[in-house]
């Protein structure tokens, strides 16, 4: 190990932003030199820019700006792009978050590379190859030299596909630091007061493929949304991705919908925490409700985050179920996490992943063969 050994953390999307921050802050305070590479996946100021003000992200050393574009062509641009940079900068280790394009690209090109990696939330598993978030999340997860798993169903995934323990860490989710760091500026009436909205309402968050890239599926899915605003005022941030197929399914502006630009962490979060109920697709706002006490149903067959239905507040819906669904869930009121909380979620994930991480730059407690990539970089 060369002196003071570099780590880069690859972010991609929002949601990585959100896992990284905790971790960054963390091996900030114990000395280790980083970077973060923005590589540009979600390329609207607001679906990054403000996120890195929100959560107090330093600039990123390089920011490739790759756009949309197919899985393949935004895929291989991120490939060019990442290689130039691991290339420059020479990291002793390259840390990436969740399951998205910029995930799967840096893997990959450190792997041929030979430059150590280390994948923040592995071993999620939706079982459901037909998701290109899952065939990211498998092939990073077998590429990965340290996993740190965020629920102990990770756990039991990665140990089924033949991880070698030693690379694995039950840490905790990092999403939810961030969460407990903000709650006090979760204040919703600013947001309301802003938006126009008040008394009860519910925040929708659409974008999966399987929902709007196919517009039958996208007409379902819109018929079941304004089903649901016929029983309450429905907020839409709507993400730029499959808006303009949502829209020609009839996902516009009317009594009782407001469709609305992406919002910033905080004051997402804020209308979320003063939701009576969430409709979304996504992975991270299974886990935000469910620590918020918000009740959420998920529009899809399958969840590659179960904990947040045995313990939280989370319900898996079809679209032609979720009129009843979401008639329940506002007559039974404000939900409570059923049962105990996930464990380690406790707003200690970035410390926990920052000393594993400490431990191996310097290489300690590794596998011979871990000691040998270690040496390497």
């Known amino acids: 190990m060369r002196d003071n050994p570099l780590v880069l953390h690859v972010l991609g999307a929002r949601p990585n932003f959100v896992k990284a921050a905790p971790v960054v802050r963390a091996l900030d305070e114990i000395g280790v030199r980083q970077g973060i590479v923005h590589t540009g996946q979600h390329y609207d100021a607001l679906m990054s820019d403000v996120f890195f003000a929100d959560l107090g992200l330093p600039e990123p ?23 130039d940079v691991v290339l420059e900068h020479r990291p002793s280790l390259v840390v990436v978050y969740g399951d998205v394009n910029s995930t799967l690209a840096a893997i990959l090109v450190c792997a041929k590379l030979h430059v150590p990696t280390a994948h923040v939330e592995a071993g999620l598993r939706s079982f459901d190859r037909e998701m290109p978030e899952e065939v990211n999340r498998v092939v990073t997860d077998s590429l990965s030299d340290i996993l740190f798993a965020t629920s102990p169903d990770a756990l039991s995934h990665l140990a089924r596909e033949g991880a070698d323990p030693e690379r694995v860490h039950l840490v905790g ?19 309301q007061e802003r938006l126009g909205v008040s008394g009860r309402y519910a925040v929708a968050t659409l974008h999966r493929p399987a929902n709007v890239d196919d517009p039958e599926s996208a007409r ?34 009317r009594e009782n919908l407001k469709i609305i630009d992406p919002l910033g962490y905080v004051d997402f979060l804020s209308l979320v925490r003063g939701a009576a109920l969430v409709v979304t697709d996504s992975g991270g706002v299974q886990e935000e409700t ?17 904990i ?14 979720l009129p009843a669904a979401a008639e329940k869930a506002l007559a039974d009121g404000s939900a409570t996490p059923s049962g105990e909380l ?7 994930a970035g410390p926990r992943i920052a000393r594993v991480i400490a431990a191996w730059l310097r290489g300690d407690n590794l596998s011979p063969a871990a000691q040998g990539r270690n040496r390497q970089s």
Request: charged fraction near 15%; aromatic fraction near 2%.
């Open 61 to 83: 050393v390089a920011n490739l700006g790759v756009g949309s574009g197919s899985h393949a062509r935004q895929t291989a641009a991120l490939l060019t792009g990442l290689e």
């Open 342 to 348: 996930p464990p380690l979620w406790d707003g200690a």
């Open 220 to 253: 379902e899915l819109v018929e079941a949304v304004l089903a649901v605003a016929e029983q309450v005022p429905v907020v839409v941030p709507l993400h730029p991705r499959g808006r303009q197929r949502l829209a020609d399914a009839g996902l516009v502006d």
């Open 308 to 321: 947040t239905v045995t313990h939280g507040t989370n319900r898996l819906v079809t679209p032609a179920g």
């Open 290 to 306: 469910t620590m918020l006490g918000v009740p959420c149903l998920t529009v899809r067959p399958n969840t590659e985050r179960p």
């Open 173 to 191: 989710n990092p999403m939810i630091d961030s969460l407990f760091s903000a709650l006090p500026k979760l204040d919703p009436a600013p947001v």
